[in-house]
């Protein structure tokens, strides 16, 4: 499958997102930014969604801030989620995360994401029924969560030829014009740019209890051709 029609796919799961997410209750609003973090991972699809769309609106010197950030004051992920489903279904122990500062996320200006239609599904999925400023978290229905680890499951496998890593390092891998053809050929090294391979779905992870009132995003997603052979 050819990279336009991934980024078509793409932007049609986070439409079929976006629309499961304005039926929340939900206490999030537009200047709240609690959760923007320097810890938000994606794909290396999204990244190239991203820098696209900096490319097109002449806004690339973003990448300028996001080259400042201390690089060892952000979350780099060892496992991607469809990793973690089949280690799980083997019944093997997956690596330890370990933890990371929680510093804002470099792109953050006066509580407004300059990225805010383009921003990555680990950004879109983060949503809170209380307001995470008074009560220190985010409060998420189960539900949320296994909808969400869904999305995650289905991107990834968009992009299994792809990578996944922090926010900051994607961003700065995609910036480079030599990454980003070498993506659109499948051929970069996700080691090599000290990021980590994604891997084809297998098994989705969704808990019985939840498996009848998640049955219709299931179809939707099958609707959209989901790139690498078989869909959510
Ligand atoms: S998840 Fe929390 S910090 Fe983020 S917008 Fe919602 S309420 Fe605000
Ligand atoms: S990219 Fe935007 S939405 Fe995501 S964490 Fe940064 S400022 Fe927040």
Same mark, same amino acid.
């Given at each position: +499958?050819?990279?336009?029609?991934?980024?078509?796919?793409?932007?049609? =799961?986070?439409h079929l997102?976006?629309?499961? !997410? !304005?039926?929340?209750? =939900?206490a %999030?609003? #537009?200047?709240?930014?609690?959760?923007c973090?320097?810890?938000?991972?994606?794909?290396?699809?999204?990244?190239?969604?991203i820098?696209? @769309?900096?490319? $097109? /609106?002449?806004?690339l010197?973003?990448?300028?801030?996001?080259?400042?950030?201390?690089?060892?004051?952000?979350?780099?992920?060892?496992?991607?989620?469809?990793?973690?489903?089949?280690?799980?279904?083997?019944?093997?122990?997956?690596?330890?995360?370990?933890?990371?500062?929680?510093?804002?996320?470099?792109?953050?200006t /006066? $509580?407004? %994401?300059?990225?805010? +239609?383009?921003?990555?599904?680990?950004?879109?999925?983060?949503? $809170?029924?209380?307001?995470?400023?008074?009560?220190?978290?985010?409060? +998420?229905?189960?539900? =949320?969560?296994?909808?969400?680890?869904?999305?995650?499951?289905?991107?990834?496998?968009?992009? !299994?030829?792809?990578? $996944?890593?922090?926010?900051?390092?994607?961003?700065?891998?995609?910036? /480079?014009?030599?990454n980003?053809?070498?993506? !659109?050929?499948?051929t970069?090294?996700?080691?090599?740019?000290?990021?980590?391979?994604? @891997?084809?779905?297998?098994?989705?992870?969704?808990?019985?209890?939840?498996?009848a009132?998640?049955?219709?995003?299931?179809?939707?997603?099958?609707? #959209?051709?989901?790139?690498?052979? /078989?869909?959510?």
């Amino acid at each position: +499958m050819d990279l336009p029609t991934k980024l078509t796919a793409l932007g049609q =799961v986070f439409h079929l997102y976006d629309q499961f !997410a !304005a039926t929340l209750d =939900v206490a %999030c609003k #537009i200047d709240c930014a609690d959760c923007c973090t320097a810890n938000v991972t994606l794909t290396t699809l999204e990244g190239y969604r991203i820098i696209d @769309h900096l490319i $097109s /609106s002449g806004n690339l010197g973003i990448i300028q801030k996001i080259r400042a950030a201390p690089p060892r004051n952000r979350f780099h992920p060892q496992i991607t989620t469809n990793r973690l489903a089949a280690l799980c279904a083997e019944g093997r122990t997956p690596p330890d995360e370990g933890h990371a500062a929680w510093g804002p996320c470099p792109l953050l200006t /006066s $509580s407004q %994401c300059p990225l805010y +239609m383009v921003r990555p599904f680990g950004c879109r999925c983060f949503v $809170s029924r209380r307001d995470c400023g008074e009560i220190g978290f985010a409060e +998420m229905d189960d539900f =949320v969560l296994t909808v969400n680890t869904v999305f995650l499951q289905t991107i990834e496998h968009m992009d !299994a030829r792809g990578c $996944s890593g922090n926010f900051a390092d994607i961003l700065q891998v995609m910036a /480079s014009g030599a990454n980003r053809r070498a993506y !659109a050929h499948d051929t970069l090294n996700c080691s090599a740019n000290r990021l980590i391979p994604n @891997h084809p779905l297998k098994i989705l992870i969704i808990p019985p209890q939840h498996r009848a009132k998640i049955a219709p995003i299931l179809q939707a997603l099958r609707r #959209i051709k989901v790139p690498g052979g /078989s869909s959510a």
